[in-house]
Structures are given as structure tokens and as C-alpha cells.
């Protein structure tokens, strides 16, 4: 889950389908858009999350979201009531975010412990070290907050969010960070399109083999049996549009290492951002994509169609 980045962003424009296809839109050859709308995540025990970082105690956006098929909601504050009670109205699992240092606090802080406990609809945690650049907090780290967390909330999912940017820069990146037994599930991240920090890329681009060149290091440092949460883009940067098409093909990547998961995650919701972003409410094709990943009904149909890359002047 993380923070908003790799594109400029710290924590982390629909294109039309008229304005598409008068660009020139480009079929996927070979897709069947109505086997598209399959519900693949239905799977028992699935998880399909949306992260949230503005709205969260909103029961409006909680409605909406349990509406396009998901069944939790990771947020990007700590723990409240209000939050947990608007999940808990759409019948949607409510994670939210722990630094460590609060993590720790629950061990000095019976109040604040109690309060956490008393928190409705909590179902699990995201945690990581906000003192530390993200994606570095450090292996201790790491296992003292999921041991502490795992004996205070025995039967809660505790999530470390895993940021896959590093891989390409930092041979040693995985070997001295990545540590797949303090977490419930390996979370990656990596958001392909846009001004990343591995440079540009727009949704017609070959982005696939780069995203695949990152997760599979990972794939070959867990065990056997370690589950995985795929963290895909669910947003979009101005002047880079993406289509409904675009979860799908991020999926598709780590269907390729891990064929038989059903968990997915969509990141964010979108609201209360000062960047150039849209987030899935405000881009009816994206969020109609996710829907469809999901399980949910979408709201309209939509060819399958991503934008033609732009020509070099």
C-alpha cells in the first residue's frame, strides 16, 4: 500500500471512449471484453481492497466501495471509530495504518491499546516505519512490530507493504530489506504509468516487462507458500491516461509468477490529493476495470481499448 510515489508523489484525466477511439484507440487483440467481466477474485478467502486516504470515515465511499465488489478497505490513518464504523456498515473489512512507533506505544499505552481494541469492524493492520525513506524500514523493525501486533491482535491481518522501485537500482535492496515472515501476505507496489521514478511510460507502452523484471527477484526470495497481495495503479496522472484495461494488464504480470492467486488491491480511491492524480472514483473507465476485476457489475460496457503512444516530435 505505501505512500504515493514514483511519480513525483509522496503518497500514493479520464479518457473518454469517444476521444479514444477518435485517437485511434487500439483494440487488444484476441480479448474477449465480455470474458473480461469474469468475477476471478470470488475466490474463498479472496482479498479485493481499495486503499483510501481521503473519506475514510465516509459511509458514502465505504458504500461505494463494497458496490464495485471489493470486501475491505485500507486506509491511510490510524485506526478510528468513525472509519471502522462506515466500513463496518458496508460489511467491508476495515485495515488501517500503524507506524511502528504507535505500534510500540500500544505496548506503554493501556488507553490507547484499549482504544484500538474498541475500534468496529478492525480486521487488520498496514505498518511500516514513517522515520525511514519508505519501502527501508529496517528487518528489527519489521519484526518487532508484526510480533506485537500478531500477539495483541492474534486473528488480525498484519501487512507490510513491499516497494519494488528499489530492485532496479539496489542489487542488495531485497537481501537486506524484503522479509516475507513479517507479514501475512507480501504486498508489492509498483505503479507503471506515468512520470515514474524509473522514468515515463504511458498505458500503450511495453511497461509489462519492466513490472515483471521487478517482481521476480521477489517471487524467488518467498517461500513456497507465502500468499501475495498484488498493489496495483489504480489512478491516473494527468496527461497519462489509462483505460479500463490497464488493472488487467498489471494483474496479468503477476499472474504470470504466482497463476493461482485471487487476492488483489487497488490503489487509491482518489480525493484529497494536491498532485496531478485521479484515483478510481474520479475515472469512470479505471474504476469500471477494477469493478470487473472485483466481481462487481460494471456500470456501462467499454470496449477493450488502450491509447495509441504518443509520437516523438
Given at each position: 500500500?505505501?505512500?504515493?510515489?514514483r511519480?513525483?508523489?509522496?503518497?500514493?484525466?479520464?479518457?473518454?471512449?469517444?476521444?479514444?477511439?477518435?485517437?485511434?484507440?487500439?483494440?487488444?487483440?484476441?480479448?474477449?471484453?465480455?470474458?473480461?467481466?469474469?468475477?476471478?477474485?470470488?475466490?474463498?478467502?479472496?482479498?479485493?481492497?481499495?486503499?483510501?486516504?481521503?473519506?475514510?470515515?465516509?459511509?458514502?465511499?465505504?458504500?461505494?466501495?463494497?458496490g464495485?465488489?471489493?470486501?475491505?478497505?485500507?486506509?491511510?490513518?490510524?485506526?478510528?471509530?468513525?472509519?471502522?464504523?462506515?466500513?463496518?456498515?458496508?460489511?467491508?473489512?476495515?485495515?488501517?495504518?500503524?507506524?511502528?512507533?504507535?505500534?510500540?506505544?500500544?505496548?506503554?499505552?493501556?488507553?490507547?491499546?484499549?482504544?484500538?481494541?474498541?475500534?468496529?469492524?478492525?480486521?487488520?493492520?498496514?505498518?511500516?516505519?514513517?522515520?525511514?525513506?519508505?519501502?527501508?524500514?529496517?528487518?528489527?523493525?519489521?519484526?518487532?512490530?508484526?510480533?506485537?501486533?500478531?500477539?495483541?491482535?492474534s486473528?488480525?491481518?498484519?501487512?507490510?507493504?513491499?516497494?519494488?522501485?528499489?530492485?532496479?537500482?539496489?542489487?542488495t535492496?531485497?537481501?537486506?530489506?524484503?522479509?516475507?515472515?513479517?507479514?501475512?501476505?507480501?504486498?508489492?507496489?509498483?505503479?507503471?504509468?506515468?512520470?515514474?521514478?524509473?522514468?515515463?511510460?504511458?498505458?500503450?507502452?511495453?511497461?509489462?516487462?519492466?513490472?515483471?523484471?521487478?517482481?521476480?527477484?521477489?517471487?524467488?526470495?518467498?517461500?513456497?507458500?507465502?500468499?501475495?497481495?498484488?498493489?496495483?495503479?489504480?489512478?491516473?496522472?494527468?496527461?497519462?491516461?489509462?483505460?479500463?484495461?490497464?488493472?488487467?494488464?498489471?494483474?496479468?504480470?503477476?499472474?504470470?509468477?504466482?497463476?493461482?492467486?485471487?487476492?488483489?488491491?487497488?490503489?487509491?480511491?482518489?480525493?484529497?490529493?494536491d498532485e496531478?492524480?485521479?484515483?478510481?472514483?474520479?475515472?469512470?473507465?479505471?474504476?469500471?476495470?477494477?469493478?470487473?476485476?472485483?466481481?462487481?457489475?460494471p456500470?456501462?460496457?467499454?470496449?477493450?481499448?488502450?491509447?495509441?503512444?504518443?509520437?516523438?516530435?
Amino acid at each position: 500500500m505505501g505512500a504515493r510515489r514514483r511519480m513525483g508523489l509522496s503518497f500514493a484525466a479520464v479518457t473518454l471512449l469517444a476521444s479514444v477511439l477518435v485517437a485511434g484507440g487500439q483494440s487488444l487483440a484476441g480479448e474477449d471484453c465480455v470474458a473480461r467481466r469474469e468475477p476471478e477474485s470470488r475466490a474463498a478467502g479472496a482479498l479485493r481492497v481499495v486503499a483510501v486516504a481521503a473519506g475514510q470515515d465516509d459511509v458514502e465511499v465505504a458504500r461505494r466501495i463494497a458496490g464495485m465488489g471489493a470486501n475491505a478497505m485500507a486506509t491511510s490513518g490510524g485506526p478510528n471509530a468513525a472509519a471502522g464504523l462506515a466500513a463496518e456498515a458496508s460489511e467491508l473489512r476495515y485495515i488501517p495504518f500503524m507506524s511502528t512507533r504507535d505500534v510500540d506505544r500500544l505496548l506503554t499505552d493501556e488507553a490507547f491499546l484499549l482504544q484500538v481494541r474498541a475500534v468496529p469492524g478492525l480486521s487488520g493492520f498496514v505498518y511500516r516505519d514513517v522515520g525511514t525513506v519508505e519501502g527501508y524500514t529496517s528487518p528489527a523493525a519489521q519484526q518487532r512490530a508484526y510480533g506485537i501486533l500478531k500477539t495483541l491482535f492474534s486473528g488480525a491481518l498484519v501487512l507490510h507493504a513491499t516497494r519494488l522501485d528499489p530492485v532496479a537500482m539496489d542489487p542488495t535492496y531485497l537481501d537486506r530489506f524484503f522479509r516475507p515472515e513479517f507479514t501475512d501476505l507480501v504486498a508489492p507496489y509498483f505503479y507503471p504509468v506515468g512520470t515514474t521514478i524509473l522514468g515515463t511510460q504511458e498505458e500503450g507502452d511495453p511497461w509489462e516487462a519492466r513490472l515483471l523484471s521487478l517482481l521476480t527477484p521477489l517471487a524467488e526470495r518467498m517461500p513456497p507458500d507465502k500468499g501475495i497481495l498484488p498493489v496495483l495503479q489504480a489512478f491516473e496522472q494527468t496527461g497519462y491516461p489509462v483505460t479500463g484495461a490497464f488493472g488487467r494488464r498489471q494483474l496479468d504480470v503477476y499472474r504470470r509468477l504466482w497463476p493461482d492467486s485471487a487476492n488483489v488491491a487497488a490503489f487509491w480511491w482518489g480525493g484529497g490529493s494536491d498532485e496531478p492524480l485521479r484515483g478510481l472514483s474520479e475515472v469512470p473507465a479505471l474504476l469500471d476495470g477494477f469493478r470487473r476485476l472485483f466481481g462487481g457489475a460494471p456500470s456501462r460496457s467499454e470496449p477493450c481499448v488502450i491509447p495509441q503512444r504518443r509520437s516523438s516530435p
